[in-house]
């Protein structure tokens, strides 16, 4: 008998316009799944989960995601449920047959009762324990008539942040809720419609298209139709195809003014998820606005109006501007809408022209002082007590680092007025130009070019893979600035949780590693964070105070090993690094540098051995050991051969690694220890009876240990399985 045919699976769900930061958030943020081997965002992992539980295998699936409707497209699904089988646990073994073997009356009554004979049981283990069961073949059903209930399903999987309903529900009485009203839902099976209801909402074989302010239906039969008339319509289904379109149409744009488009990631992202049907045209301002500095130019263009800056050959704003619409518009509705955006633009701008004005009036310098009205944190003082500490801290970290005398005095600048444009009415219009807006004004109150640089990238980066400071003293205001910030959430007990984060520290830590890392900046990391517990002082939660260093090196920890697992490198590898010295990160990463050229070499393998081996023996440990090794209590052959050994070549494995030579020093003490400490467990039992001479073999042992963990790396870190 012929097998039947695999066919295809369509389902849309057409709604109101969604909200373009709740889907360019979807897109953006696919999380790793072991089940699919790939990063999936949520539809993607919704739709397997799906399918999963009711059993319905597919060779591959596709997402897509406009304003108006949400794709799924199921290739070559199985015709039918795969088959499964149910266990039903009923009795322990010993309660379901008497000694010799026969069942027991309560067995057979359980039986009965649920309809089944002994052929239907199973003898299986249940945590080592044998149990009876019943075992019994779950229905199979055609894919056509459980495609019902696997949309339903999907439909009620969907959670979003933010809901609201609209008169609709669900079978059982509860409230249907979704970001925006659903208008439609389409599923098309290989070559037919499949019509069912959701939440009392017709599932049909037709779709809407918005256009010119009211909404069209069109009726699909196939598969092949839809996506033949949605191209024909000029929608663009795929999120990424869908970009590529947007940033063409707005080069060429530009290119045809000649100019250049403005590069702003973020609001192509937004724009990418408010139009299907992508259009841009050309707009223009009054040049009289070219007063103001590009980065106000930019950010009322696109926060307020989400229109897009054109740059002249010179890096300047020119006085034009590009728009994406939903739908090529006809030549009359192109005026009407230029003129529209070039009023409402032209009103903002002159907004952002008055406040900019205003703003020069007044020197940060004499603004400063009001800082102490606006809070920190709660229970961590004012905005101004954190400048003048972040002046202090500024002032060591520049010691430390021996920046020259103008370039400390430049930083401490820079930090004391770090935050007064945030008392700017440009910065309370636009809270995104903070720091940038510091910049030019410090700039119009005759500060120092590097102090208004410093102050301009001190937010640096402000997104995951934006742009860091380039100035000395921009990157340490930028460190100091985020450190503060963490250091004093921690001290307040206001840590991210593993689902929470709402003060961005990880993000901020992350940034912090990031700079340290690029710039190659060189300080200890301890004596910071304690000098910034310090200068908190009694913002420091008393019963966080004991901790709190702890807690914050482990959470850097953390985001120096997701930075590094990020370029690449193991993170395993990473940890054994870390797990020895994390005081001056940058070290610490050419410790990573190092060790990773060498990992797959055959000494690094062994003197992973030797330190896993010692490890090992020591953890079983817990007596206090002496502070120095004494030979005479050795009493084989072999354990003073250990010590020769360790007393012959630690200099020079020391010395390999005070010189930063990390691989020299590893091949040495895999040299010096494998093959005689290979010999020594052989013959020597550690743990022997004899307290002294077992603590004396305890510390020698730990001394090779430490001979290489304390200063490289603790390679029992590492795992071998994970080659």
Not at 108 to 133: E, T
Request: charged share 30%.
């Amino acid at each position: 008998m012929k097998k039947p045919a695999r066919k295809d699976i369509l389902f849309e769900i057409g709604t109101e316009e969604l909200p373009a930061t709740l889907l360019a958030d979807i897109a953006e943020n696919p999380v790793f799944s072991q089940e699919a081997n790939k990063k999936e965002n949520l539809f993607e992992a919704k739709i397997r989960k799906v399918f999963q539980d009711y059993r319905l295998s597919f060779k591959e699936s596709a997402v897509f995601f406009t304003p108006r409707r949400i794709v799924f497209w199921l290739k070559e699904a199985a015709p039918e449920q795969s088959p499964k089988d149910i266990m039903i646990k009923l009795l322990a073994k010993q309660e379901a047959y008497s000694e010799n073997g026969t069942p027991t009356e309560k067995l057979m009554a359980i039986l009965k009762h649920r309809s089944a004979s002994l052929n239907d049981i199973v003898v299986s283990d249940l945590n080592g324990k044998p149990y009876v069961f019943i075992k019994k073949a779950e229905p199979i059903k055609e894919t056509g008539q459980v495609l019902p209930e696997i949309f339903r399903a999907l439909v009620k999987s969907l959670v979003f942040p933010k809901v609201m309903k609209w008169g609709y529900a669900w079978e059982d009485g509860s409230e249907f809720y979704f970001p925006r009203p659903i208008r439609s839902f389409l599923c098309l099976y290989g070559g037919k419609p499949v019509k069912f209801l959701i939440a009392g909402i017709k599932v049909e074989n037709r779709i809407s298209l918005f256009s010119s302010g009211g909404r069209k239906a069109f009726t699909v039969k196939h598969i092949e139709d839809y996506f033949k008339l949605l191209k024909k319509l000029g929608v663009i289904l795929d999120p990424t195809e869908r970009r590529k379109e947007i940033s063409r149409q707005l080069e060429k744009l530009a290119k045809s003014l000649q100019g250049k488009l403005y590069e702003d990631a973020f609001l192509l992202n937004e724009v990418n998820f408010l139009v299907e049907r992508p259009h841009a045209l050309a707009a223009s301002f009054d040049e009289e606005f070219l007063k103001l500095p590009l980065e106000v130019l930019t950010v009322s263009m696109a926060r307020k109006q989400r229109i897009f800056s054109v740059l002249g050959k010179d890096g300047k704003v020119t006085p034009r501007f590009l728009a994406v619409l939903d739908g090529g518009p006809q030549a009359r509705e192109k005026k009407t809408i230029s003129r529209n955006l070039e009023n409402i633009l032209h009103a903002k701008l002159q907004d952002s022209l008055f406040f900019y004005k205003e703003d020069v009036k007044t020197t940060l310098e004499a603004k400063r002082p009001e800082l102490k009205e606006l809070v920190f944190l709660k229970g961590a003082g004012s905005v101004l007590e954190k400048t003048e500490r972040l002046a202090r801290l500024s002032a060591k970290l520049a010691d430390d680092l021996k920046l020259s005398g103008e370039q400390k005095k430049n930083l401490k600048k820079a930090a004391l007025l770090s935050k007064a444009d945030l008392l700017t009415q440009m910065v309370g219009e636009f809270p995104e130009l903070q720091g940038v807006m510091g910049k030019y004004y410090a700039l119009e109150s005759g500060e120092d070019h590097d102090t208004a640089s410093a102050i301009g990238e001190q937010y640096l980066p402000r997104t995951a893979q934006g742009k860091l400071p380039q100035t000395p003293e921009g990157a340490l205001l930028s460190v100091l600035d985020k450190i503060d910030l963490i250091v004093a959430c921690f001290g307040l007990g206001l840590e991210p949780t593993s689902s929470l984060d709402p003060y961005g520290l990880r993000r901020s830590a992350t940034a912090v590693v990031k700079i340290v890392l690029d710039k190659k900046i060189r300080f200890s990391f301890g004596d910071l964070l304690a000098e910034n517990k310090r200068e908190l002082g009694a913002y420091v939660a008393k019963e966080k105070e004991a901790a709190l260093l702890k807690k914050l090196e482990t959470f850097f920890k953390d985001r120096f090993k997701a930075v590094l697992a990020d370029r690449g490198f193991r993170e395993d590898l990473v940890e054994a690094v870390i797990s020895s010295r994390f005081d001056d990160w940058q070290e610490a990463a050419l410790r990573v540098e190092a060790l990773s050229k060498i990992v797959h070499e055959k000494h690094f393998m062994e003197a992973s051995k030797v330190i896993e081996r010692t490890v090992n023996i020591l953890k079983s440990s817990k007596e206090s050991l002496p502070t120095a090794i004494e030979p005479s209590l050795f009493k084989e052959e072999v354990e003073r051969e250990v010590y020769r050994h360790f007393e012959r070549h630690a200099p020079a494995i020391r010395q390999a690694g005070e010189t930063l030579n990390y691989g020299q020093a590893t091949s040495l003490y895999a040299e010096a220890f494998f093959g005689i400490l290979g010999e020594f467990f052989e013959k020597v039992f550690v743990n022997t009876e004899e307290s002294e001479v077992r603590k004396n073999r305890l510390l020698l042992l730990r001394s090779i240990k430490d001979l290489y963990t304390e200063k490289i790396a603790d390679l029992s870190k590492i795992d071998w399985n994970n080659n």
